[in-house]
């Protein structure tokens, strides 16, 4: 079964560990993604997500650059296996010749510093997708919040108050015009509201589950579950712990299974239909212990999946059909 995910911090991890005298490739290492592991799991499409912390970078601009310097150096190296793609077309070729493909995503819409010539500069550079925000306000709108504390797990507040800014209600005006993909992911319920009020075209939560099944306010209410597939979007399935189910005896939930994983696909189906669900594990950026323990046993997800009552194409839907009937659209 042939998979699509649309998030993962892999180039952030080389490149930080780069600085730190790694020696790490995308062609093998320990991570959750690899190109050989990629392979072996069955991957046609990834998602390459240009992660910044906004409060430990400087230059959020010159930061994302670097990674994305960094993420062309491995397409270089690697180019008799995975692909960039910027378009539909490209995509397409891919599929043909049996190349893994990449798609460039941003993941904190504050790298643009508030500067639309900046987005447009990310777009020259091959990005297609990006997050308005990550855990902090930015120019573009607001987070759900996360409170600090000895809370453990911390203590989170979904915000339905703040909005997008005025400039990010620019923003993802300009993003629709250019033909780069909104990703709600990390937004605060708010902004996601304005995002369905300002825009017209469909777009994706890359890395969100169901917040009735686990009230992580990173993930979905079903009402956005119901609007986000009338709007033609898709909703990835984060493989975080957290994002699956909540704590259990006072302690952080560590352990993500594909029953869970399958269980939030239940309920979107019964809130949104099938269409409006995809992957986002989110690998490279959790901590979680997951049951297929990398990219190379996604194929457990699918096994789960037909025995918990998904026919072959349901999963193919999931796996990678609705994912690519939305690029197809939007690319």
């Known amino acids: 079964m042939k998979v699509v995910d649309m998030h993962c911090d892999t180039i952030y991890e080389l490149y930080e560990r780069r600085k730190k005298g790694g020696q790490e490739k995308l062609l093998k290492n320990d991570l959750h993604i690899d190109l050989l592991k990629m392979k072996k799991g069955d991957y046609f499409l990834q998602n390459f997500a240009v992660y910044t912390h906004l409060e430990r970078e400087e230059r959020p601009f010159e930061y994302a650059m670097r990674l994305i310097d960094a993420f062309y150096e491995e397409m270089a190296a690697n180019d008799d296996r995975i692909d960039v793609v910027r378009s539909w077309q ?24 508030g500067e639309l010539a900046f987005l447009r500069d990310f777009y020259r550079v091959g990005v297609r997708m990006m997050t308005l925000t990550w855990n902090f306000p930015n120019e573009l709108g607001y987070p759900n919040r996360i409170l600090s504390g000895n809370e453990r797990p911390p203590v989170c507040v979904a915000d339905t108050k703040n909005g997008l800014t ?3 209600i620019e923003f993802v ?22 995002v369905f009020r300002y825009t017209r075209k469909p777009f994706v939560a890359s890395h969100s589950n169901a917040r009735s099944l686990a009230s992580h306010p990173r993930n979905l209410t079903d009402e956005m579950i119901r609007a986000l597939a009338e709007r ?12 699956l189910r909540d704590e259990e005896e006072g302690a952080d939930p ?39 323990k990398d990219c190379s046993g996604m194929q457990l997800l699918a096994e789960e999946m037909e025995r918990q009552g998904f026919h072959t194409g349901e999963i193919e839907a999931v796996f990678y059909g609705n994912v690519l009937r939305l690029y197809k659209e939007l690319l």
């Open 90 to 113: 490209d995509i397409e070729t891919n599929w043909k010749e049996g190349k893994l493909s990449a798609l460039l995503s941003i993941e904190e819409g504050g790298v643009c510093q």
């Open 173 to 194: 005006r300009e993003m629709e015009n250019l033909g780069m993909i909104l990703d709600i992911s990390h937004l605060n319920d708010a902004g996601i509201w304005d």
């Open 254 to 292: 560590i352990h993500s299974e594909c029953r869970d994983m399958v269980r939030h696909m239940k309920h979107m189906k019964q809130i949104g239909g099938i269409g409006c669900i995809g992957l986002g594990s989110d690998f490279d950026g959790i901590t979680s212990i997951v049951e297929m």
């Open 166 to 168: 005025e400039r990010g």
């Open 232 to 243: 033609g979007g898709v909703a990835g399935i984060n493989f975080c712990a957290s994002f």
